[in-house]
């Protein structure tokens, strides 16, 4: 959706450095969450955040880190990247509980 | 923890042919939820079903909920080539407003 927007869509960088991932939303909505999409692997939630000042832990978030600056962001930073963090990565939105998520275009990282 | 295992993991049909993919969760889950991802892109909300035994169509596409409410299917009749995809089932974990994602079924479609 247009209305969810990921920065940057593509990215090389290599080991050690610090990378932050952005997402913006125009929807309105509350929730949101990072994912990481691997071949074979579906989709894993990274972090999610109900509003600017609650952030909880998804199923992999060792070795990442979000921030809620306000309801339309939410940012994913990996402090110190690692090659085995190379992969696709989603920022998706929700009006409430039980609603469909709304996925951004994705952040192609690689990390050398 | 929650599993969502999605089977098959690939599929390649000839165009006309009927697709199936199969969701099973190890849990009980309130409601399932489909989704598309194209080639490149990102995935896209399908349809959400809430009932024990739900079938709902659009179109070519006949999705099912069982009665146990742990397993789904999404079966396309007669695939065209704009059905290439991965298809994703996902059911709440938890609190309602985290799902876990199945594995995905990836669909290839050639004339």
């Known amino acids: 959706d247009a209305d969810v927007t990921q920065t940057p869509r593509n990215r090389i960088t290599k080991t050690g450095k610090r990378i932050m991932l952005e997402c913006s939303q125009t929807?309105?909505?509350?929730?949101m969450y990072w994912y990481r999409q691997d071949p074979g692997l579906g989709l894993r939630l990274i972090y999610y955040?109900?509003?600017?000042?609650?952030?909880n832990k998804g199923e992999i978030s060792d070795g990442y880190s979000v921030s809620r600056q306000a309801q339309a962001k939410f940012s994913l930073s990996l402090e110190s990247a690692i090659p085995n963090q190379t992969a696709l990565y989603f920022c998706?939105?929700?009006?409430?509980?039980?609603?469909?998520?709304?996925f951004g275009d994705g952040t192609r990282l690689s990390i050398l | 923890g929650q599993q969502v295992m999605q089977i098959p993991q690939y599929q390649h049909v000839q165009e006309g042919e009927d697709f199936t993919t199969y969701c099973n969760s190890s849990?009980?889950?309130?409601?399932i939820q489909w989704y598309k991802q194209r080639p490149g892109g990102h995935p896209v909300f399908l349809i959400q079903?809430?009932?024990?035994?739900e079938v709902k169509k659009q179109k070519r596409l006949t999705f099912q909920f069982g009665e146990a409410k742990k397993n789904s299917s999404l079966h396309i009749t007669a695939t065209q080539t704009t059905d290439v995809g991965t298809y994703f089932c996902a059911g709440p974990t938890g609190t309602a407003s985290k799902l876990t994602f199945g594995t995905g079924t990836r669909l290839q479609v050639t004339l």
């Open positions: 955040s109900f509003d600017v000042k609650d952030i």
């Open positions: 998706a939105t929700a009006d409430r509980g039980n609603q469909p998520q709304h």
């Open positions: 849990t009980t889950l309130s409601n």
């Open positions: 079903l809430v009932k024990s035994g």
């Open positions: 929807k309105g909505h509350d929730r």
